[in-house]
């Protein structure tokens, strides 16, 4: 009689604890992407038995993922989410999927619609970019039957597992980074529940004065789309009494203030500074290059597909409701020091 394979079996080939193996194969964190798909492929070849049967690691097969990206996120010019899109499709094509891509326009969310790629069953998993309605997502979930995975926004109320930057951190950071140029009066440029991103850079912003004693100014809280996510620069207006830096929820904000800052008379950095976030902005944009925050967009696709392919081709339940991954402070030329300085 063929003597069964043990976990300890699999380890010993791998030269591995019989721990990290277990994980691997449960879908628990703390294993690589790369060592869980090696560890998966020997258990395969060795013929390890789960009580759901053998592991398969059939990657031969080509697999079809959806992508949806709310139009309100899409205007003239290329994204950083049509950025997070490009990423994905690297990486999907390494791993031998092909993405199936459809802009979701706000009549079709209203109403419902479902995209075309779950309609004609040619999608086995869904990959929703940027944060929409929640009726939406949970009708989608409901009607397709799919593994689904959030990129850059999570659902307190929808059991999906999503992958976010640091938002919170991150423009924590980058405000320090601000008061330790000297800047105290500091406003914050972003529609504060337009979006959970938004508002978890909103968070950070203040938790970034108050631990530096500084209150956070209500006046100095400016709105920059409506609460439908769309983009409203032409309403950019500057607060009457004016902050010596700008912290902005994205770099295309950055760029725009910048812009009006520049229409009033003022300089980037000289008169103020300015700091965004994403690191991400169209060539041509903006002529003052922006400090923000870098969101590490490889490391975020990367999560997500292994969050999609973990149900997919290993058959196991993505049962982490959510990832965050951290990027860094990246300075260039938008931040005056004024230490030591009047205005």
Partial sequence: MKKSVRLADIAQRLNVSTVTVSNALAGQKGVSGELRDKIITTAAEMGYQTRQGPVIADKTKALNIGVIISEKYLGDYPSFYWKVYQELCMAA???????LYEVLNLDDELNLAMPLFVQEKRAEAIAVIGEIGTEYLKHLIAVSGLPVVFVDFVKKDIDIGAVISDNFYGMYHVVNYLVENGHRDIAYV???????????RYFGYCKALLENGIPVNPAWI????GFDGRMEIEGLILPEHMPTAFACNSDLTASEIIKLLALNGYRVPEDI?????????YTGLCDVKITTYEVNIKEMVRIALEKILLQLRYFKKDTEKLRIVTGQVVIKDSVNCIIGKHR
């Fill in 273 to 281: 500074s300015v700091v965004g976030f994403d690191n991400y902005l």
């Fill in 222 to 225: 400016i709105n920059d789309r």
């Fill in 190 to 200: 972003g529609t504060v529940l337009a979006n959970n991103s938004i508002t978890d």
């Fill in 93 to 99: 094509k390494v791993k031998n999927c092909m993405i």
